[in-house]
């Protein structure tokens, strides 16, 4: 039995907490902005398919950037610093309790042991083909994978099957992208 190490909702709030660490109040507030306003321009763009999208992403972090500038604010932070703030522990460890349940889950079920999988999130927009507009915009799904290519061979096994969403349409994928975290970020 495969086991996510991280969630997106972790690894997205995580991405936040660490790009604040070390920001005064005034800079969170400016990311806390920024990402209502990308949370806007999500809402205002293309619904996606599935649960794991662009605005829920954008969601997410811009929760997390606001109850960042909210710690801060309430506790009087003159610099952000994650281990000051109380949620950032918790949530750690019940992310910790949620693997090792998930872990003892598979173990109680017998067969392979559990297999502990740190993915990542992508991005993976798919054009119509022959569409004069190629600038149109396209089907765009989120998938969590282990790199690029296995997010693109995901997208077109669950899609691009006789009768499915690539298929109805004549679609290509066109790009894939990790978004979460952010590429060169760690977990």
């Not at 998930?102 to 017998?110: I, M």
């Amino acid at each position: 039995m495969s086991i996510y190490e991280f969630l997106p909702a972790e690894i997205a709030r995580l991405g936040v907490t660490r790009k604040a660490a070390g920001l005064v109040l005034g800079q969170v507030q400016t990311h806390a902005r920024l990402s209502q306003e990308r949370e806007d321009r999500a809402r205002q763009g293309p619904a996606e398919i599935l649960n794991l999208s662009e605005l829920v992403i954008a969601m997410w972090e811009c929760a997390e950037w606001e109850r960042i500038a909210h710690v801060m604010t309430e506790q009087q932070m003159p610099v952000y610093v994650p281990g000051q703030d109380p949620r950032v522990g918790r949530r750690e460890e019940q992310r910790m309790q949620r693997v090792a349940l998930d872990v003892a889950a598979a173990e109680q079920r017998g067969g392979a042991p559990a297999e502990m999988l740190r993915h990542r999130v992508y991005r993976i927009v798919a054009q119509r083909t022959g569409s004069p507009d190629e600038d149109s915009p396209g089907l765009t799904v989120h998938m969590m994978a282990s790199s690029l290519s296995e997010a693109a061979h995901r997208a077109w096994t669950v899609y691009g099957r006789p009768g499915g969403l690539y298929q109805q349409g004549s679609y290509r994928i066109t790009s894939v992208e990790q978004v979460l975290p952010e590429p060169g970020e760690l977990l």
